[in-house]
């Protein structure tokens, strides 16, 4: 439940939660998985950096495995860990397809799945994965979202905008849809509908960063230049803060059109080994 909620302090407690149950029986293998779970969306939610997550999140997968490989979760928490953290694309789709081997009806397996084939440029069998997820889990807000910004990334914009309004519908407490909902509407060129869904994810204080840069970019490209350079002012306040992804100020000097600033936002991503530039 907590671990749904993507919010910095649920991931945070459910971590403490987590610790708690292995405390009382150490050969809890799903506690383990919750961990390295909550640690990979601490990263890719803006909340601490990719390394500091990297490592805790590896090792609480690898104990899961070492446990009990005859369990889907270890291998699904492992794929997710060497996926979204981009170490060994090769080595997270052996472990997803063994976890989709132990349980044909397993829907975080083919979650999973769908975003790492999304990363590899395989979007279309990641659609296909992710709807299988769905047809699984037809309400999980969590899948509806990632379903959304699945299809979003494949370009396809109309299923990405119904996907992402019925996951908002699913749990209107959750704005984690939006900052996609916004880029959505920033790439059709409905400019007004995007600002209204970054402001909304902004608003819900979640994502804080990813909506600032985003917002940032759809403002630039409209030709609001002090618009867009308040949200770089923002992003540099931010980082004293919490974590910055700087492929954000990337978005963001592109919209502008100061290539230079941009180039130097992603070397700094890439030295970082920064979350987005899997995304880019």
Request: net charge negative; glycine share 6%; hydrophobic share 40%.
């Amino acid at each position: 439940h907590l671990w749904s909620r993507l919010t910095k302090e649920a991931l945070e407690r459910s971590i403490e939660l987590y610790k708690e149950a292995i405390a009382r029986d150490q050969s809890f293998a799903l506690a383990h998985t919750g961990i390295a779970d909550a640690w990979v969306s601490l990263s890719w939610n803006d909340f601490v950096s990719k390394r500091t997550a990297f490592k805790e999140a590896l090792s609480a997968a690898l104990t899961a495995l070492e446990i009990d490989d005859q369990l889907a979760e270890p291998h699904i928490s492992l794929a997710m860990v060497l996926s979204y953290f981009g170490t060994d694309w090769a080595r997270a789709e052996s472990e997803v397809l063994r976890a989709l081997e132990i349980n044909r009806n397993n829907a975080d397996a083919y979650h999973q799945y769908a975003h790492l084939l999304t990363f590899l440029g395989r979007t279309h069998e990641g659609i296909e994965m992710i709807l299988r997820s769905l047809e699984l889990e037809p309400v999980s807000r969590v899948i509806s979202s990632c379903c959304g910004q699945i299809h979003f990334m494949a370009g396809r914009y109309d299923e990405a905008v119904e996907h992402l309004e019925t996951a908002i519908e699913l749990d209107p407490s959750n704005t984690g849809p939006y900052s996609w909902l916004g880029m959505v509407h920033t790439q059709r060129r409905d400019f007004s509908r995007a600002e209204v869904a970054f402001n909304c994810g902004l608003e819900g204080g979640t994502f804080i960063p990813r909506n600032t840069g985003a917002l940032g970019y759809c403002q630039a490209i409209q030709g609001d230049r002090e618009g867009a350079l308040s949200k770089l002012e923002r992003l540099a306040e931010l980082a004293s803060e919490t974590s910055v992804d700087p492929c954000f100020e990337a978005w963001i000097h592109a919209g502008i059109g100061d290539d230079g600033a941009a180039i130097a936002a992603l070397e700094r991503a890439y030295d970082q080994d920064a979350n987005w530039l899997v995304s880019l």
